[in-house]
């Protein structure tokens, strides 16, 4: 099943704990992006990369880190996790044959305290 | 010059009611304009989407109308239904790079 997999779905960690949340695809997509939901806010882009080594700052990048070294995988890191970045975050992919026809995952909700 | 401004932020139909969302934009260089549904529990998934060069496009009970010249565009959705109860996102972008700008939201709710 082509699929985006973000883990893990629910996260509560403490300020300034070091977390990683995965994403990988299962469809060669070159294109990778990462979203985070706020209500009222919609989606803000953090990071994006357009394939393999090649990654760039969204709407909302202050706070985060990002890695393409494989084409599946998109790891989003916050090296210092702050309560500001509590918030739903979604993984997407895309090719160039379905242009922005993203493929998203389920989600991950991050609690930080 | 990027936003895309959504509109309402909620609304409530009584089933079999119809359901229009409506979003504007500035950027005349956008050339494509999808609707995505969310679930509760889910990532956005994408619903319906235009290109310029048409005013309507229909598939099943959903529908978008553009209006290029006013810069805007709407989802209706015909015979509403429980089921179709969702936050619904319009964007707007340039598909020559994979990028979109995303409304707000709506949070649509369907009352049996």
């Known amino acids: 099943e082509a699929q985006v997999t973000q883990n893990p779905r629910y996260l509560i960690t403490v300020t300034g704990k070091k977390l990683t949340v995965t994403c990988s695809q299962n469809?060669?997509?070159?294109?990778m992006s990462w979203y985070r939901q706020d209500p009222g806010l919609g989606l803000r882009q953090i990071y994006y990369?357009?394939?393999?080594?090649?990654?760039d700052k969204g709407d909302v990048p202050e706070g985060y880190k990002v890695s393409r070294k494989e084409k599946r995988n998109f790891p989003l890191i916050l090296e210092s996790p702050s309560p500001n970045q509590t918030s739903l975050y979604f993984c997407?992919?895309?090719?160039?044959?379905?242009?922005?026809?993203?493929?998203f995952g389920s989600g991950t909700r991050l609690t930080v305290v | 010059q990027q936003q895309v401004k959504q509109s309402p932020q909620s609304l409530i139909v009584q089933k079999g009611g119809i359901s229009i969302i409506n979003c504007a934009y500035e950027?005349?260089?956008?050339?494509?304009f999808p609707w995505y549904q969310q679930f509760p529990g889910k990532g956005p998934a994408l619903l319906i989407a235009?290109?310029?060069d048409v005013s309507e496009k229909k598939e099943g009970r959903f529908t978008i109308s553009f209006n290029k010249s006013a810069k805007q565009f709407s989802l209706h959705i015909m015979d509403s239904q429980p089921g179709d109860s969702a936050t619904y996102f319009c964007?707007?972008?340039?598909?020559?790079?994979?990028?979109?700008?995303w409304g707000a939201g709506t949070k649509l709710i369907i009352k049996p």
């Open positions: 997407a992919s895309s090719t160039r044959q379905a242009r922005v026809g993203y493929t």
């Open positions: 990369s357009m394939n393999v080594e090649v990654t």
């Open positions: 469809m060669n997509h070159e294109y």
């Open positions: 964007a707007a972008g340039i598909e020559s790079n994979y990028q979109l700008i």
């Open positions: 950027n005349t260089a956008f050339d494509y």
């Open positions: 235009i290109r310029p």
